[in-house]
Each structure stands twice: as C-alpha cells, then as structure tokens.
C-alpha cells in the first residue's frame, strides 16, 4: 500500500520556542518543498508532547505555549506561500512507546541524544552522577525520545516519505528522528545555524560532525575559492591568534594574553609537548558518525602517556580548553587531580594558547580544531582518536595512547600538508549554505519569509518563572549577571545572548 502512495516531505517542529531554529525550520522546509516540485509538505508540532526535551526540560507549560503559538504562527507563513501543507499536532497520547519492540541498536542510538542534551545542559559526562531530579528528568526525557520514534516509525512505514527535515540530530528530540528516518531508509535533512544564527548549516543524511561532512564540504569550499585560498587561511589564523572575532562567532581565548606564558611553563627545561583537550560533555555523546574508532578517555589517555618513557626525554602540560571553566564540579575535579601530576593550565589561566603551540615540540590533540590550527603553523600534531577533522591529513592520527607514545619514541611523527588546515579554514570563513527564506538580521533577530516568529508578550512573561527554574537546575549562575540581555529578550521578543 506505502508504494502506491504519493510521495510527501515532513517536518518536525521541536523546540519551536527557540529562535532561530523554528526560522531556519520553515526555510529549510521551503528550500526541500520547492526542490521536489513542491510535494506536500506535512509538519508535526509537539502538542504538549514530549515530557522533557532541551529547550524545556522541566514540561514547563508557559514554555509548551511559547513553543506552540510560534510553531502556529510560523505555519500559518508557510502555508501563505505553499499551500500544499498541512499541520499536524502530536499529543503525549500519541507518543505510545508499545508500538514496537525497543531493541539494543535503538536504545544505544536514542540514549546517546539524552546523553549528549543533559551532558550539554550540564556540562557533564557521567551520567552516574546525576542527581535524583536530574535522573527523573533523565527518565522523561528518554521515555520522549522512545515515543518520537514509535510514532515516527508507524508514520514512515504507512506513508511514502522522501525528506525528513530534523533540527540538529544530537539532540534528545531530534536524534529518534534521524535514527527512525535510517530504520526507513528515508532521508534526513539535518540543519543548524552557527555563529548565533549569522550562518545557517545543512546535510543530508550525515550528521554535522561527521568526518564526510566536514571533508567533502571542506574540500568544495576551498575548491570554489583555490586562488584566494592561502589569504583566506591567512586572515583566519591572524584573528585566532589576536582574539579577533570571525564572522560574530565566539572568541575562547578573549581572557588570555597575548604571547604570554605562565612562570611555570617558561620554567620547563625538557623539549615541550603541549596536550590540548576538548570539552568532554561534547565529546562523550557524538556517536558512530564521529568516526568508526571508539571515542577514548583524555584524561586516562594523558595518565598514560605522562607515565610512559616519554617522559625522559620531554616535557608535557596539558591545556584546558577555555569553554572548560563552566564544566561540572566532577570535571574539574578530574583535572585538578590530573594537576598534581603533571602541569595543567585551567581555563582562567591567562597563557597564549598559541605562544605554547609555538613553543611546543609536539602538539597532542583529542577533538579540538586547535589541531588544524598547531598544523597551519607548522608543528607536528598527533591526534587520538577519532574527531570531524580526520577526512583530510591534518594530523598523526592515531588510536589511542599507546600508539601515540610508540609513535614519540620512534620519531615517526611528521608535519602534515599546510594545505589541509587552509581548507579548514577556507571553509570555517567562507562556508555558503543559501537559504532563500531565512534571514539573520542582528544577533537574536531572524525571519523566515522577511517575517518575524514571535510570541506575545503575556506569554514571555508567563515563562520567565519556569526559565529561572531551568537555569537554577542547570546551575547556572549567569542569570542575574546578564540581566542587561534577558530584560531586553524579554521585552522585545528575540533571543540575543
């Protein structure tokens, strides 16, 4: 019967209470809606649906009303321009979880969205740690993912589906959708914005941090733009290295000095090797589509190569990534033990992360793009396990630690190409992915169609009480500090932070 179906599009509009991704929702379901001669194009809007999910953990009910009157709202433009749409709301009633046998390859799948949107919200990468309420959460949050898939599932084996168009595919309501769109071999359009929404991302069938992703898109970027490609590559290391911002986007290093070294890494004696790590939380929960090598333990990785012979002969300091300094209290409780043992500089340390690469014999990276960036100044990087960064020779790729440290003693490391780290780059400053209908205006302002999705204000309003309960879970302290943006957000509808 599903063959004898017309093909169809859909599209789900989760965390339609944030900006800009309910605007980048509608343009990219208008760009696919258009490139397949406008087929009809079903939306399902989450009616109250999902009992924990990353923009409301708590099932806020102010929350769901912001989420469904704009994900109303923007329908409402959509069908305008293409009436041949509809819209379809899902209850909690029909996220019914015995609609199908759960088997292993799901779970792992679906756990790994739960994993990585607590992880996220919490900057945490042991779940075993989480508190009693946070393990509720946990609970309904799971039971959500498992409903979205046993719905979805049903949907795409009675209908003849060609596009699934997701937001992100990490996230807890939107990696079941990714994985149910694989189940039945139906496409998935996965699409994001960077950069507080200045620049918007799209894939098909291959999640953002995949190593297909950034290659092939690398490669077509720096392609595109060959001759000018050097001076591209160019003026991207100079505002790294000067805490200069590339296209609004954030600045890390913003609080190091330039070209300054803490006492104690000026005073090492020994050949240098620098060990730069990446936020756990982030790098924990990517999955399969990171690459087929397990993704490995740094901090057991630096114990043993600290421990190792290499130690005769060089000297090591670990640097924290600057985003670290917001890390949880476990985190930072591994690194202050890590400290005793070998020099670890903190997040609030003022060193130049690039004066340490240019003082470094090696550089050691995990998943950072400081790797690419050590590369394109001409110092050897070996880089353990797996990371988006591997489609082209940026790096010693190795394993684990053990082949990093034969790798040492043997000398067998090299410099790589330059030109792979200026593809990098190329396509980091010039990456294009057009999307007719959405526009950036400032930093918190989008439209979709030069129209502007916004809930009234009684709504706003009626939210900030949950969203202070958010942020007092999630511990974050930022809140009273940054009131001069939330009153502003607040008052005039946008989503500047």
């Known amino acids: 019967m599903k ?22 929702n509608f343009a990219m379901s208008e760009k696919i809606h258009i490139e397949s001669n406008r087929k009809k194009h079903v939306f399902f809007m989450c009616d109250r649906a999902l009992n924990s999910c990353s923009v409301n953990i708590t099932h806020s009910k102010s929350i769901c009303d912001i989420c469904r009157h704009k994900a109303k709202k923007g329908f409402k433009y959509f069908n305008e321009r293409n009436p041949n749409s509809e819209l379809i709301k899902v209850s909690k009633k029909d996220l019914n979880t015995t609609k199908f046998e759960k088997d292993n390859k799901i779970m792992d799948e679906l756990m790994l969205g739960v994993h990585s949107t607590i992880g996220s919200q919490l900057r945490l990468d042991d ?24 719905y979805f599932n049903n949907f795409l084996k009675n209908n003849n589906v060609e596009n699934f168009i997701i937001f992100n595919g990490r996230i807890s309501c939107a990696r079941p959708l990714k994985k149910v769109s694989q189940d039945n071999n139906v496409n998935y359009i996965l699409f994001d914005g960077a950069r507080n929404g200045m620049t918007p991302y799209y894939s098909k069938n291959e999640m953002f941090h995949s190593i297909n992703f950034e290659k092939n898109n ?42 300054y070294l803490d006492e104690k890494i000026q005073a090492l004696k020994k ?14 929960y990517l999955g399969s589509d990171f690459g087929k090598e397990p993704i490995v333990d740094q901090i057991d990785s630096i114990y043993t190569l ?6 005769d002969n060089y000297d090591f300091v670990v640097k924290m990534h600057p985003n670290q300094n917001k890390s949880h209290k476990s985190i930072l409780k591994k690194y202050n033990s890590l400290s005793k043992k070998i020099l670890t500089i903190f997040p609030d340390n003022k060193s130049d992360s690039y004066a340490l690469i240019k003082k470094s014999k090696i550089i050691i ?15 050897p990087v070996i880089q353990i396990g797996p990371s988006k960064w591997m489609g082209l020779p940026t790096a010693n790729f190795v394993k684990n630690s053990n082949e990093a440290i034969e790798m040492i003693l043997n000398s067998a490391y090299k410099i790589m190409p330059k030109r792979s780290s200026i593809a990098y780059f190329t396509f980091n400053m010039k990456a294009n992915f057009k ?5 950036y205006i400032e930093d918190g302002a989008y439209t979709y169609a030069n129209k502007f999705i916004k809930a009234p204000f009684v709504l706003r309003v009626l939210a900030v009480i949950p969203k202070l309960y958010q942020a007092f879970l999630r511990g974050d302290n930022e809140v009273f500090t940054k009131l001069y943006l939330y009153i502003p957000n607040l008052l005039f509808g946008r989503t500047k932070g």
């Not at 017309?6 to 309910?22: C, G, R, Y």
């Not at 805490?243 to 190091?256: A, C, E, M, Y």
């Not at 050949?271 to 924990?284: A, G, K, W």
């Not at 600290?306 to 130690?311: C, F, N």
């Open 127 to 150: 779940m075993s740690l989480l508190n009693t309420k946070w393990s509720n959460i946990k609970f309904l949050m799971t039971k959500s993912s498992l409903g979205l898939y046993s």
């Open 306 to 311: 600290v421990s190792s012979s290499v130690k």
């Open 435 to 439: 999307l007719e209908t959405y526009h």
């Open 218 to 259: 690398a490669l077509k970027t720096y392609l595109k733009h060959f001759l000018d490609s050097r001076k591209i590559a160019s003026d991207y290391s100079f505002k790294k290295q000067n805490k200069i911002p590339i296209l609004r986007d954030i600045v890390f290093t913003k609080n190091q000095q330039t070209g």
């Open 365 to 379: 990276s995990f998943s950072s793009s400081i790797g690419a960036e050590a590369n394109y100044l001409s110092k």
């Open 271 to 284: 050949p240098l090797i620098t060990i730069f790590v990446s936020s756990d939380d982030e790098y924990r």
């Open 3 to 24: 063959n004898k179906l017309k093909k169809i599009n859909i599209s789900f509009l989760n965390l339609a209470a944030q900006s800009p991704s309910i605007e980048l």
